[in-house]
Each structure stands twice: as C-alpha cells, then as structure tokens.
C-alpha cells in the first residue's frame, strides 16, 4: 500500500504512512477518532472520524477484522496539488503537509474550538496614552482655577452698611498682595458682622474680636469670637460668642484672624481631599489688625466717643466732687466763723457782748454746717471704692468746727475782763485750733483735686 496519510502529534507531524498502518496506529491507541490526518491532495488536515476514505481504520478495527481489503480508490475529482507552508521548527522539505491551522482543532465533542487573534501591537499603549491625556487634561484644569481665582476687580455688595464702610471692604478685597488684608464693619442694626478678605475661594475662618481700652462705647472690656466661612472674599457672621461682656458694644477692636482656604478643587471633588496631594493646595492663614465696629461713619463715632468719655469722666468724678464741694464748704465755713470772731472780739470791751457773734453765729453758720453733719451722718454707711473724703471724716470734721465756735463763746463770756492781754490770749488759742481744722481741710481737699485730675486725663 502507498504510504501517503500524515499524522499530526501535539506541536509536529509524522508519516506518510499507509491505510493498515493507520489502523494499527489506531488498534494500539496511537491514534483516535480526533487524531488529525492528512494526505496531499486534500486541502486540510481533518480528524479520521471526518475522513470518509479512512472509516474502515476504526471499522474494521472495531470488529476486529484480521484481513483488511485494501481503501477504495477515492472517486472524487482531486484538487490541485497545494504546497503547504512549512512549520517555523523544524525544518522540512516543501512536499511536507502544511502546518496545521487553529480552525482545524477540534473539541472532544467534535465542534470547532475558536481562538480570538491577538490585539494589534498598537492596543498595547492605548491605556499610557490615556493616562497621559487625562494627566495633561487635569494639569490644565488645575493651572485655569489657580488663575482665574484671582480676579482683577472684586463686587461687593452688603446691604443694611454704610457706603464708606462697603467701599473700604470693596477696596480691600481687590488688593493683589503676596500675604493676606482682612477688614470688618458692623451692619446698621448691629446684628450682623461682615468680613471682607483679599483672597478669592471658601475660606473656614475664626475671628477674635478684642475691645482697645477707651476706644468703645462703653466702660467694661468686651471679647468675643464668631466662625463662619468667607467665600468669594465675603463673610457674614450673626452668632456671636461672648468670652468677656455681655454684648458687643461698638468701637474700635482689635482683630485676631486665622483661616483655612479650601482649594477650589477640594471645595468642588470633595474626594480629593483624602489625597494629600490635594490636601496640600489649601493654605493657611493667620493676620491681626484693628478696625472700628461701628454702624455710622468714623466722624460719628468720634462724636459719640467724646460724649461718652466726657459722661463717663462726670460720673466718674461725681463722688470725688461732691466729697471736693463739702470740704470746701466746711473750709468757708470756718474761715467765715474765724474773721467773725476776731472782728467781734476787736470791737467789744464786756465779755457779754459776745452775744452778738453768737446771733450772727446761729443766723449765717450754724445751720449749714448742722445740715452738711446730718448728711454725712446719714451717709456714712454707704459702701465705697475709695474712703478719700469719706462721709464719716466729713463729719468729724464739721463736729470740729461747730465745737469751735461754741467754744468761742463761752470762753468769751467767761474770761472775767476783756483787756488786750484776755483778747490776745483768746485770739492765739482760737487761732491754733483754726490752724489745725484748716490743715485737715486743705489736705482732703488737695488730695480730691488731685484725684480728679488723674482721672481727667
């Protein structure tokens, strides 16, 4: 028999071989009914249970017949004579059958295995290109926001604030600056605070607002602090957390700032921020100023600041005056009672005559300094900051000067004669008791001036 079939084995073809030693092949189990076969003249390689001239291999060999006729000459027309393409290892002479095809596998089931064909070389880069696209796409937008966030001229409009005070903010936010300006203003109302800033974007912020001595309308220190966020170079703040005082009192403050700046792509993918990356792009900021917290114009303020300070230094000065008014009136008083009695004392020669001190006495003095002593009596428990002048030393002195006087007359009226001598010695003694209710007097007195100077100033 012609030796013509090739059998093809894993990765490489063997044969020819003839018709009985393919169904010895296949009695042994080298071969089965998927093995592919071919001989020249077909066009491919095909499995032995496709091939219709080889069925009598596995027949015959099923029945296990021990002579086998030789194949029938196929009767069908031959194709032309196709040289096959030769496989890439190893080599062989050109009449060898060609490689076999993928398509030509077959399943045990029989059906066609199909084999998707590799990706063109270029697929390869397709998702570095992309990358890379989308990397210069996000470089781009980042560089556009980080510019366009600062704009050229600022719109601020807050109603229920003075013109001046919008104009000032307006002004401030348009600054180009390398660090940061921060101003504030208080609406008319006072219910609302404001806060213009010179950087664009949405700035978390803390504002401490501290009260500058003397420059507020009103006597106790005021600290306090509002959060809030100041977007697009504005913010508003309506709560307000009192750290020292009751309310917020208008004047001029001293301005502790600190803030975060949420970078615009935070601010609008969110997600970004768990990357630190982004994180990083906000920015921090710390500033300290002073600016006045009024409603009306500064002119006003300055008005109303004088006004206050001066009603502030009167009630102030009140107490000390009133205590300065007394003293000065027991001083009169005595100094009136002391040309009284030398006058008098000049003009008698009979210690009786005294009298007429005494009516003049009782008429002029005596019920002034009753009611000054009276007052003060009744005064003398009320609690006090400052014991200058007090009530209670008003009224050891008025006591002094009343005894004085009284002591004036009866001492009079009792020397037995009014010679020069008697009238010198009354004098000297009268005069030295003067001299010393005087001194206490001018003392008090100088120090209460003194006291309301340094409050004046």
């Known amino acids: 028999m012609n030796k013509e079939w090739f059998i093809f084995k894993g990765t490489h073809h063997t044969g020819p071989y003839s018709v009985s030693e393919l169904r010895t092949f296949f009695v042994n189990g080298e071969i089965t009914m998927q093995s592919l076969l071919w001989k020249e003249g077909t066009e491919k390689w095909e499995a032995l249970s496709r091939i219709d001239v080889l069925r009598p291999v596995h027949q015959l060999s099923e029945s296990s017949t021990p002579d086998i006729p030789p194949l029938p000459t196929p009767t069908k027309k031959v194709l032309p004579k196709l040289t096959p393409a030769p496989l890439p290892a190893p080599p062989i002479d050109a009449d060898e059958p060609p490689p076999i095809p993928l398509d030509a596998l077959l399943n045990p089931a029989g059906d066609k295995e199909l084999f998707k064909a590799a990706p063109p070389a270029y697929k390869k880069y397709i998702s570095k290109i992309l990358f890379g696209f989308m990397l210069l796409v996000f ?69 401490k607002l501290i009260s500058v001595p003397k420059r507020i309308l009103g006597s106790s220190d005021i600290e306090l602090q509002v959060r809030g966020v100041i977007k697009d170079h504005l913010g508003s703040f309506e709560r307000m957390s009192m750290i020292k005082g009751e309310r917020l009192i208008p004047g001029e403050y001293e301005i502790q700032f600190s803030g975060k700046k949420i970078h615009y792509l935070n601010s609008q993918f969110k997600f970004l921020r768990a990357m630190n990356v982004f994180n990083n792009l906000n920015t921090n900021y710390t500033y300290k100023t002073v600016a006045l917290i009024y409603p009306g114009t500064p002119r ?19 107490p000390f005056g009133d205590k300065l008014e007394r003293h000065q009136t027991f001083l009169s008083l005595l100094n009136k009672i002391m040309e009284m009695y030398l006058l008098t004392l000049e003009k008698i020669s009979k210690p009786l005559e005294i009298n007429a001190f005494e009516k003049m006495l009782i008429k002029e003095v005596s019920p002034i300094i009753q009611s000054l002593i009276i007052e003060a009596s009744e005064r003398s428990n009320e609690v006090v900051t400052d014991d200058l002048g007090s009530y209670k030393n008003q009224v050891y002195i008025g006591k002094q000067i009343g005894e004085l006087a009284s002591d004036m007359i009866t001492l009079t009226q009792k020397s037995p004669k009014l010679a020069f001598a008697d009238k010198t010695a009354l004098k000297a003694k009268f005069e030295t008791r003067y001299k010393f209710v005087k001194s206490q007097l001018d003392t008090v007195i100088q120090e209460i001036q003194t006291k309301i100077e340094v409050l004046s100033k």
């Open 300 to 318: 006003d303020f300055e008005l109303k600041l004088s006004e206050f300070k001066k009603a502030v230094l009167n009630e102030a000065l009140k």
């Open 139 to 207: 470089a781009s937008v980042i560089a556009w926001f980080t510019l366009n966030e600062q704009s050229s001229q600022v719109q601020i409009k807050i109603p229920g604030v003075m013109p001046i005070y919008v104009e000032k903010l307006q002004e401030l936010a348009s600054q180009r600056l390398p660090g940061i300006s921060l101003g504030m203003a208080l609406s008319i109302d006072k219910s609302k605070l404001y806060a213009a800033i010179n950087q664009s974007g949405e700035i978390l912020s803390t504002i």
